[in-house]
């Protein structure tokens, strides 16, 4: 009954006592940032990914940012990205100076579509230098044709929705995502609402070895130790030839966008429980979707793309508000009465008040539609199928009983 249940937030992460105790035994350890823990979870990742280089950092944000540095991205180079996504995804290409082209998704499942991408690139004013496809609530853009379109233009995938998931390759295999089997990068967030929690924390995946040794030099003040790349050879060398052990030296400006060992040693621990959460994840939402079917008039899951195997991150719904007589706003704030946390993923990032004072109005049709109709329910491991069922109870409630 309201107000007897805690609230259950849209997303939370999951702890149990053995990522207590990957923790703590970092903080009773010798290395508190760079070290084993940090290059542990770097291999665990690649494992899961597939993909040859991983360069962990401290956040989704950070993660962007040296995918966009790593691109040599900057004033006069666009970079296309889908209008529904996280702000941060579009940020990335403005750090660097570039700019956004937003293109359109697909109404019914947020995705950039090839033909989205396509039509975005025909508006460009100025040189396309990278596209950003995004895996919105953990399902797949077509990664496929989505390369077909772009050619040699390099594709960074935001797959931070989408961690565990497996997306189908053009012989009809199926990739893990991450593995960049069609981009140059990927990067994922940890955050905790994530599906694998770090507190704070990102990566980067790459099959490129000049892109990862950018990255990790980015991530790393712009400091480089590699004696094959050394520029002053003067300063760097012992008379032996061995470089010196105080030397480094700074070709380019970095950041320190490092991850401690902390959050290494939850996100590591945290790693090896992806199929256990992206299983009961899906689960949960297969289960939403038996409790939703009696309000199927006013009330739809997102519908599934054949691209992929999702791995859900978000059970996003899609609502006729206008069919259930009522609005956005009253049935969060009516669900919120009833402890049940919601949110929207996302406001057309074209549509903040930054990018419009930067490009003007501009109008996204799929994305507005897609927009409209959404509303992301709680999900996350902790849930029970009751839960479950206490939300659609809940939601048919306030919706008027379906419509
Ligand atoms: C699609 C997407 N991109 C980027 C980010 C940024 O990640 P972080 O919050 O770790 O900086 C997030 C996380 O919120 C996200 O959902």
């Known amino acids: 009954m309201p107000g007897e249940r805690p609230f259950l937030p849209y ?9 207590i105790e990957a923790v703590t035994d970092v903080l009773r350890g010798e290395f508190l940032t760079t070290g084993p823990v940090v290059d542990a979870f770097e291999n665990k990742l690649a494992e899961v990914t597939g993909a040859r280089h991983v360069v962990s950092c401290s956040s989704g944000t950070a993660a962007l940012h040296l995918t966009a540095s790593a691109l040599d991205l900057g004033p006069g180079d666009w970079a296309i990205v889908p209008a529904m996504t996280f702000l941060a995804t579009a940020n990335a290409a403005r750090y660097v100076g570039a700019d956004v082209i937003f293109a359109d998704v697909d109404a019914e499942t947020g995705l950039m579509t090839s033909e989205t991408f396509e039509a975005a ?7 396309v230098k990278a596209v950003y496809p995004v895996h919105i609530n953990g399902q797949t853009a077509n990664m496929a044709a989505i390369r077909q379109v772009a050619g040699d233009m390099p594709i960074v995938e935001d797959a931070c929705h989408a961690l565990g998931g497996v997306h189908k390759a053009a012989n009809g295999e199926w990739v893990p995502v ?33 892109l990862a040794e950018r990255l990790r030099r980015h991530r790393n003040i712009g400091m480089n130790r590699n004696p094959e790349t050394i520029e002053n050879a003067g300063q760097a060398f012992d008379t032996s030839g061995e470089i010196n052990p105080w030397y480094y030296e700074m070709p380019e400006l970095g950041l320190n966008y490092r991850a401690s060992a902390v959050h290494c040693a939850l996100g590591l621990n945290q790693l090896g429980k992806l199929e256990r959460f992206v299983g009961i994840r ?5 289960r939403y979707a038996e409790a939703l079917a ?12 054949a691209d992929c195997e999702a791995a859900w991150h978000l059970c996003v719904v899609l609502i006729d508000f206008d069919a259930a007589g009522t609005d956005r706003a009253q049935v969060m704030k009516a669900l919120a009465a009833r402890n049940i946390g919601t949110q929207v993923h996302y406001l057309p990032v074209n549509r903040q008040p930054y990018y419009q004072r930067l490009y003007g109005e501009t109008t996204l049709p799929g994305a507005d539609a897609y927009y409209e109709k959404i509303l992301s329910l709680p999900l996350q491991v902790s849930m029970t199928d009751e839960d479950v069922e206490y939300v659609a109870a809940m939601l048919g409630e306030v919706l008027g009983g379906g419509g």
């Open 282 to 286: 899906n689960r949960l939402v297969e």
């Open 294 to 305: 009696p309000l199927a008039a006013v009330v739809r899951m997102l519908p599934k793309s």
């Open 178 to 210: 991450g593995s960049c089997a069609y981009s140059e990068m990927s990067i994922f967030s940890f955050h905790p609402v994530k599906t694998v929690a770090m507190g704070e924390g990102g990566a980067v995946t790459t099959n490129d070895d000049h």
């Open 11 to 19: 997303g939370r992460h999951f702890i149990e006592d053995d990522d």
């Open 121 to 127: 690139r025909a508006t460009a004013m100025g040189s």
